[in-house]
């Protein structure tokens, strides 16, 4: 129904006859009649009837009347977000992100923009690069933060355009009673040929990233464990049963009994995308989420790695991979 037809027979109702109502809108009774026979047609029901030399209205036009200014007022809201809409004040975003990503880029964006655009309202779920790629394309996800692999599509993609975010270091994580844990740097072809490995599934990004930098230094990792979880990895080195390449954004989940050491330039990086549809406007969310990997950036320069973990060496027995704490 249009809004405009509702507020003739709204005007109708004050004035109580189609010559006022008409004079009014300054419109002619004829072009009064005419719309509100119309609106009757759109609501499927008689609007008015005959009374004396007159016409009044229907039982069903008061029943429309009742809900005409609340339909007016929705409407109006409905313009309004609109109008923010096409400044960014308003809108809607489902943001797809693996889990570091979405710990120390997405929710600390989001959160931003909640404060700084309080009309935006956001869906997060955690999906890996390999999900949210095909997810971003059918339209189930409106952004999602990605990092280099094989399955992020490249620079001229038909229908995703990627904005680069964070290029970040990754190090080696060792048990912190390993020989290897006492250099101030590692060296892939040099050092961990022979170590075994913990890494993430076949397939996954963070699997490829590893294994094209070892193939790079000459070499396939002994991969003796498969974990997904950052957490659980960290738990299988800190217990001494192999060795693992994390992204520098994943360092505050280190715990006791890991050490953290660079490597050897030239070092592999994580590089991470803000991957959207082609096409789609510039929203809050894309600049809060290029400020934050830009002071992320920042405070990997300043202060690299954390201080390596003092309180464990090796056992007597020397054997890598195995420590016991000093008293």
Partial sequence: ???????????????????????SLHLTPSAVSQQLAVLAKEAGVPLLERH???????????????????????LERARADLAAHAHGGVGEARVGGFPTALASLVAPAVAHVR??????????????TEDAIPLLVAG???????????????????TLVLHPLLSEPVHM???????????????????????????????????????QACGQAGFQ??????VTDFGAMYALVAAGLGVAMMPHMSLAS???????????????RRHLFAAVRRGSAATPLLNALRDRADGLAESVRR????????????SPSGVPGYRDAID
Avoid at 119 to 125: D, L, P, Q, S, Y
Avoid at 174 to 191: I, S, V
Avoid at 221 to 226: E, K, L, M, S, T
């Fill in 1 to 23: 129904m249009d809004l405009k037809r509702l507020r003739i027979l709204q005007t109708l109702a004050r004035h109580g006859t189609v010559a006022a109502a008409a004079e």
């Fill in 303 to 314: 202060r690299p790695l954390p201080p390596a973990d003092p309180g464990l060496a090796l």
């Fill in 140 to 158: 189930e996800l409106d952004l999602a933060v990605v990092m280099n692999s094989p399955q992020v599509p490249a620079a001229d993609h038909p």
């Fill in 221 to 226: 990792p002994r991969v003796r464990h498969h």
């Fill in 254 to 268: 280190a715990p006791p009994g890991v050490a953290v050491r660079p490597l050897r330039a030239p070092a592999p």
């Fill in 52 to 74: 004396g030399r007159g016409v009044r209205l229907t039982g069903a036009a008061r029943v429309l009347l009742t809900h005409a200014d609340a339909i007016g007022v929705q």
């Fill in 173 to 211: 994580a060792l048990p912190a009673g390993h020989p290897l844990a006492d250099l101030a740097e590692l060296d892939l072809a040099a050092h961990l040929v022979d170590e075994e490995w913990v890494l993430t599934a076949e397939g996954t990004a963070c699997h490829a990233l590893a294994a």
């Fill in 115 to 128: 404060d700084t655009h309080p009309g935006w309202r956001f869906a997060i779920v955690e999906k890996e």
